[in-house]
């Protein structure tokens, strides 16, 4: 703690060291300030030697013998000599007599990107936990869990201005009641040690309430910093069941999309960050290549949204055609993939079709939406359904699909007659 003394002080003095002036005592001694050593040296320092100005010499023109011709000179003060620590904020001359009042402060703390230690702040607030649990027996090593969903759309507003064809409630407390239904039919659902979580991307509805491309306007009912805390809220809720019931939880976020973009990749180096400290027995991988895909022992699960940020106008169709499947096929030949049982994973259509025949290579599954269908596609195309899917994989896979109920915004009274 610093030394602090008591000091009577002018009205200037006070000034100059960043006191607020005070009015002289009735008996007309200067007012008392309560200073620290550092602002008493300064005091001192401008009533010892008052900073006069006079005449110096700044310039001279020399012959060539080197003999001064001319000199011109200028009144001007001393240097100022500033105290370690302090910076000069304000300096005042007296016109008449030339003295100067030079005001000083304490020097701030620039904070920047480069000089934060942004790890050590997130290891000071999160704290790694261990998880007291029995382990569950496995018929065999191999098996494993997979939950899969898409567009969560956190932001949307389905309903803007209370005519849209169907409504549809799509808000915070709505969002929330789903993912508890996902938790608990996943954990109603268990029959492995370990799970992959795979979101197939448009997590974010869109920044500003913008498509990545920007342009297209969209209805929200939540600004930029709401929808973040929303969504990592909810992925960090779901962590936080997942890894009391498994010993190894492996996350793979699509954040190359055609809403979500950069949003969602934020959102998730945030929750990578988060999850990765707090617990051990857990993995997030962002993806931002527009496909990517992942081998668990024989199968392969090649990820992608079905639409990118940048260069598709038009992706992954919900039916597989001649060109995507060639597109597929020319992926695992690049990755060398033949020998493993895959299947094309992709969202964006907002559609539930599994396709498991149309090629001799892969099977072919578009996901269901987790969010209900927006205003644009009630009116283009129908109500829709949406929901998510859960598996278990062993010589056999078990599908555990999940529908949810469509929510009215607005309870509408038919009109009879």
């Known amino acids: 703690m610093a030394i602090k ?26 007012a008392r300030y309560y200073i620290t050593l550092d602002q008493l040296e300064i005091i ?33 003060s001393e240097p100022i000599e500033v105290p370690d620590n302090f910076e000069i904020i304000k300096i005042s001359t007296s016109k008449t007599t030339g003295q100067q009042w030079v005001q000083y402060a304490e020097k701030s703390k620039q904070i920047t990107p480069e000089n934060v230690d942004f790890d050590k702040i997130i290891k000071k607030y999160i704290q790694p936990i261990e998880i007291d649990r029995k382990p569950l027996l496995l018929d065999k090593e191999g098996d494993f869990d997979r939950l899969v969903y898409s567009d969560v759309h956190i932001g949307m507003n389905t309903n803007k201005n209370g005519y849209s064809l169907y409504g549809g409630k799509w808000d915070e407390d709505e969002l929330f009641k789903r993912l508890d239904l996902m938790i608990n ?21 869109g920044w500003n309430g913008e498509t990545v491309r920007m342009g297209h306007k969209l209805p929200q009912n939540m600004d930029n910093e709401k929808a973040f805390d929303i969504a990592l809220k909810f992925k960090i809720k779901l962590m936080d069941a997942l890894v009391e019931n498994y010993d190894r939880v492996v996350f793979n976020n699509i954040c190359n999309d055609n809403h979500s973009g950069s949003f969602a990749y934020v959102v998730n180096s945030s929750f990578k960050t988060i999850a990765e400290i707090r ?22 699960f090649i990820l992608s ?13 919900p039916m597989l055609d001649n060109k995507q499947s060639e597109k597929i096929d020319n992926y695992i030949k690049e990755h060398k993939l033949h020998n493993y049982e895959i299947q094309f994973s992709k969202g964006d259509s907002h559609q539930k079709i599994f396709d498991e025949s149309s090629s001799d290579s892969f099977d072919y599954f578009n996901f269901p939406a987790f969010s209900p269908s927006s205003e644009w596609v009630q009116t283009n195309f129908k109500k829709g359904m949406s929901g998510f899917e859960f598996f278990n994989y062993s010589d056999n896979v078990s599908m555990h699909p999940f ?15």
Not at 186 to 197: A, M, Q
Not at 305 to 317: A, R, S, T, V
């Open 305 to 317: 949204h079905g639409k990118d940020g940048k260069n598709l106008k038009f992706g992954f169709k």
């Open 5 to 30: 003394i008591h000091k009577r002080l002018s009205k200037e003095e006070a000034e100059l060291i960043g006191f607020k002036p005070k009015e002289r005592e009735k008996n007309g001694q200067k």
């Open 185 to 205: 039919h996943v954990l109603n659902n268990v029959k492995s040690n370990r799970i992959f979580v795979d979101d197939l991307g448009d997590f974010m509805d």
């Open 403 to 417: 529908k949810f109920k469509w929510i009215k915004a607005k309870e509408v009274n038919d009109k009879k007659y």
């Open 44 to 76: 001192d320092r401008i009533r010892m030697t008052p900073n006069e100005r006079k005449m110096t010499v700044i310039q001279q023109l020399k012959n060539k013998k080197g003999e001064v011709q001319s000199t011109l000179e200028k009144l001007q």
């Open 279 to 300: 617990y051990k027995n857990l993995e997030v991988n962002n993806i931002r290549d527009f496909i990517n895909h992942y081998t668990v022992g024989n199968r392969c």
